[in-house]
């Protein structure tokens, strides 16, 4: 019933990236805001865990215009793996790296004073930026008052201020959107202060995932779409806003499969101990699986004696402390499994489920968390 799927490079865990998934996300996301504006697929932190090359050509495939990146570096790369469309660096370019983000036809954000400087020290001529505008999230981004000198050292060293954007502090973590609904006010008054300065900006945007599914007009010119894009929910919060407003039936479909494989079947008797520091004491006759991924994989420490995984369908108990390189499962209720059998740590498998929420909540983390930290290094495979 449950096919063997072979890496295409010999590894003890891999990741499986469903092309069709993230198409139908992004159409999802493509039919909330229209043809008339843009759609980002941000691939920060190499696509969230999915892979930033593949996820990027696969998302320009399915129709996204431009591709968002937190490094400049991450932009070269995709330039390198043959990415034409406009690519935003989000974060800040540190001056060492200007030159070769320019050179590598990148979009720079400029997130404060001292960004506007460096760029306008020389190397802003022919630079395109967008401007990070601080609308009360106090991380990155220019307040209302330092406008005026960053548009005039950019626009005075032949800069093209193309855009400005904001981000929400807390979108996804209430029900109340009033915060929200003030970041956004106090952004629109900021475009006004840009157009009084000389600098009418054609490409403002805010809209993360979670301001897509929830507000049209957080849409402006463009929607930067992140984890949406990977068909998980931002949270739970996100969910009950949107059935507010009926929007809670997207139809978002989880991108990433992770697997590994059963390397050691041992059978122990009532009565033994599993793992470092004896956390675990076997009641019955117990068939026991290693698994050769642990917390060095992303697979995290905090998932001992608490998380499951799928073997032929049958979800598995962790069983002791995950290890740096392995962990340990019950298969005593699984009694076909054998060494080599895959083992779903992320994903379905038949009629089961393990998904990125079900491991947040055990880890006490997110389901961004979960999905970024997956199995760093290891192969991303389309199917």
């Excluded at 330039?79 to 060492?96: I, Q």
């Excluded at 894009?229 to 931002?234: E, I």
């Excluded at 009950?240 to 039936?249: E, F, K, Y």
């Amino acid at each position: 019933m449950f096919r063997r799927t072979t890496p295409d490079r010999a590894a003890h865990t891999w990741v499986e990236i469903s092309r069709a998934a993230l198409a139908s996300n992004l159409a999802v996301f493509r039919g909330m805001i229209g043809r008339d504006r843009l759609l980002m697929a941000v691939v920060k932190a190499d696509a969230y865990g999915h892979g930033a090359r593949l996820i990027a050509s696969t998302a320009l495939e399915a129709g996204a215009d431009w591709i968002g990146v937190f490094l400049p570096e991450e932009g070269a790369a995709l330039r390198e793996a043959g990415v034409r469309a406009p690519v935003l660096v989000l974060g800040p370019t540190p001056p060492a790296s200007i030159d070769a983000a320019l050179a590598a036809d990148l979009r720079l954000t400029v997130p404060s004073i001292d960004a506007a400087r460096h760029l306008a020290s020389g190397r802003a001529v022919g630079a395109t930026v967008h401007l990070k505008l601080e609308t009360g999230t106090n991380r990155q981004g220019l307040s209302a008052d330092e406008l005026p000198e960053a548009v005039r050292a950019l626009e005075g060293a032949g800069a093209r201020i193309e855009g400005a954007y904001t981000h929400f502090a807390d979108i996804e973590d209430t029900t109340d959107h009033a915060y929200a609904e003030a970041q956004l006010d106090r952004f629109e008054g900021c475009l006004r202060a840009l157009e009084s300065l000389g600098a009418k900006v054609p490409m403002p945007h805010t809209a993360c995932t979670a301001a897509a599914i929830l507000f049209p007009r957080t849409y402006f010119a463009m929607a930067r779409v992140g984890i949406g894009m990977y068909g998980l929910w931002p949270s739970k919060e996100t969910q009950v806003s949107a059935n507010a407003v009926g929007r809670n039936r997207l139809g978002l479909e989880p991108v990433m499969t992770w697997k590994t494989r059963i390397a050691q079947i041992k059978q122990l008797r009532p009565g033994e101990y599993v793992g470092y520091g004896r956390t675990f004491r076997t009641t019955r006759e117990t068939r026991l699986a290693v698994l050769p991924v642990g917390y060095a994989d992303g697979y995290a420490r905090s998932l001992s004696n608490a998380a499951r995984v799928l073997v032929r369908g049958v979800r598995a108990p962790v069983l002791g402390r995950i290890c740096m390189n392995l962990s340990m499962v019950d298969v005593t209720d699984v009694p076909d499994a054998t060494p080599g059998d895959e083992v779903v740590l992320l994903g379905r498998q038949g009629e089961e489920a393990i998904t990125a929420e079900d491991l947040a909540r055990i880890a006490g983390t997110i389901n961004y968390e979960i999905v970024a930290r997956a199995a760093p290094g290891a192969p991303r495979i389309p199917v």
